[in-house]
């Protein structure tokens, strides 16, 4: 499956962004989905991720409460709602997608989309 991702740009801390996640080329219910972001002179970490149902999100600890992830299997689309957002949310954000299950570690995607920028000002 071909992964694209959209939805970056800039806002000032406390404001909100929705990135989307747009899979194509394969059966898109059959992979678990993640979000990762990556700053610069850091590596990749993971943000949220969401089970091929839907039904079973994931957060890291520093986003929980602030972000949300939904996917809508009609569209082929998942979305991550970023609340409450803090300059530290500044970074690349891509999406990934995992054939059997919903994994915190990178090298475990398959498929990965471009990268959408975010960038939070203080």
């Known amino acids: 499956v071909q992964l694209q991702a959209s939805g970056g740009g800039s806002v000032q801390a406390g404001g909100s962004l929705r990135l989307s996640c747009v899979g194509s080329?394969?059966?898109?219910?059959?992979?678990?989905i993640g979000w990762f972001r990556q700053a610069p002179g850091k590596d990749r970490e993971f943000v949220s991720a969401?089970?091929?149902?839907?039904?079973?999100?994931h957060y890291s600890d520093s986003v929980k409460g602030r972000f949300a992830i939904s996917r809508d299997n009609t569209k082929n689309i998942v979305y991550l709602d970023m609340n409450k957002l803090k300059s530290e949310d500044t970074a690349v954000y891509y999406c990934?997608?995992?054939?059997?299950?919903?994994?915190?570690?990178?090298?475990?995607?398959?498929?990965w989309g471009q990268g959408t920028q975010v960038t939070v000002s203080s």
């Open positions: 969401i089970n091929w149902g839907g039904d079973i999100p």
């Open positions: 990934g997608a995992n054939l059997y299950y919903v994994d915190h570690d990178a090298d475990s995607y398959e498929s």
């Open positions: 080329g394969g059966d898109f219910t059959d992979y678990a």
